[in-house]
Nanobody
């Protein structure tokens, strides 16, 4: 019932910047949180940043001070501004949302949804 569409990945040189976007659509009732995860080559998927409604954003230690997560609630969209990128930031970045969606006009169900992933490559 909910779709996530990501955009903004690509190739960037070390020290450069990228901005990822993720738009949620569908029969959304309440968005509890939106987050970005990443999975580097040969690594497990890890949390990068999460924005929960009514709470301060939380960041992985490795990206603090360099990445900023923000939301446009009117558009059900989450952004990840990535500055001072390093080669170790190379990964597939996934958008994630914890949301209640309508099964019908009366009943909602809470689930977690994932985007398809967008590749970020930091290399000279």
């Amino acid at each position: 019932q909910v779709q996530l569409v990501e955009s903004g990945g690509g190739l960037v040189q070390p020290g450069g910047s990228l901005r990822l976007s993720c738009a949620a659509s569908g029969s959304i009732s309440i968005i509890y949180s939106m987050a970005w995860y990443r999975q580097g080559p040969g690594k497990q998927r890890e949390l990068v940043a999460i924005s929960a409604s009514g709470q301060n954003a939380v960041y992985a230690d490795s990206v603090k001070g360099r990445f900023t997560i923000s939301r446009d609630n009117a558009k059900n969209t989450v952004y990840l501004q990535m500055n001072s990128l390093k080669p170790e930031d190379t990964a597939v970045y996934y958008c994630n949302t914890d949301v209640s969606a309508y099964l019908n006009p009366i009943i909602t169900r809470r689930d977690t949804y994932w985007g398809q992933g967008t590749q970020v490559t930091v290399s000279s």
